[in-house]
């Protein structure tokens, strides 16, 4: 399984970002998809997840209204558009698989079962 995260760069406060998330070598369609990251010095955060058929999503409240998620189970690519971007949203995003249901915003990174490598998002105040 690999799960390649691209998108990240530097963008100043107000500014928006695009990440995508490519996954290969699992059956897409079967899994959720979320995004986490991790500042320096802190733990890794929960951002938002997509349910398998992108009818469901859930997010931090901090990016709520501000990140949106979406997914193509064709090209098996998960998007999050970043928008309103702050400076303490700056981190390392990580894109992650689970098979697990969860009907909430209460994800953790164990819940996730497969993960990618991270994409670095620098917000300038």
């Known amino acids: 399984v690999q799960l390649q995260a691209s998108g990240g760069g530097l963008v100043q406060t107000g500014g928006s970002l695009r990440l995508s998330c490519a996954a290969s070598g699992l059956s897409f369609r079967t899994y959720a998809m979320g995004w986490f990251r991790q500042a320096p010095g802190k733990e890794r955060e929960f951002v938002a997840v997509?349910?398998?058929?992108?009818?469901?999503?859930y997010y931090a409240n901090s990016v709520k209204g501000r990140f949106t998620f979406s997914r193509d189970n064709i090209k098996n690519m998960g998007y999050l558009q970043l928008n309103s971007l702050k400076p303490e949203d700056t981190a390392v995003y990580y894109c992650?698989?689970?098979?697990?249901?969860?009907?909430?915003?209460?994800?953790?990174?164990?819940?996730?079962?497969?993960w990618g490598k991270g994409t670095q998002v620098t917000v300038s105040s």
């Open positions: 992650a698989t689970t098979q697990i249901i969860k009907r909430s915003s209460a994800w953790y990174p164990d819940d996730m079962e497969y």
């Open positions: 997509i349910g398998w058929n992108g009818a469901n999503t």
